[in-house]
């Protein structure tokens, strides 16, 4: 089995920032692409930023200069820098990681449970 738990959500004023965590644990042989995704009510769920596990990047236009994806591979976490914040950066933030788990090395897409970002104006 494998857990990908997130921490880090909550309320911010306008231009404020928070730091996203997300560790993955389990039967983990290594883990391939990280990312974030959010999903903002009634709307549907889009990629933030991800990450390979050779360090390469990639970012959804509204937050490029803003958001900054980062994992630590020693730690199988990944994080989220999220700076100037606006309150259309409003969402559940959803971890989202590929690894091959157990010994046989299935590919697993995993999610964690979500954490709540509010950005007041």
């Known amino acids: 089995q494998v857990q990908l738990v997130e921490s880090g959500g909550g309320l911010v004023q306008a231009g404020g920032s928070l730091r996203l965590s997300c560790a993955a644990s389990g039967s983990i042989f290594s883990i391939n692409a990280m990312g974030w995704y959010r999903q903002a009510p009634g709307k549907q769920r889009e990629l933030v930023a991800a990450i390979t596990s050779g360090g390469s990047t990639n970012y959804a236009d509204s937050v490029k200069g803003r958001f900054t994806i980062s994992r630590d591979n020693a730690k199988n976490t990944v994080y989220l820098q999220m700076n100037s914040l606006k309150p259309e950066d409003t969402a559940v933030y959803y971890c989202?990681?590929?690894?091959?788990?157990?010994?046989?090395?299935?590919?697993?897409?995993?999610w964690g449970q979500g954490t709540l970002v509010t950005v007041s104006s």
């Open positions: 989202n990681a590929d690894i091959s788990v157990g010994v046989f090395r299935n590919r697993l897409d995993a």
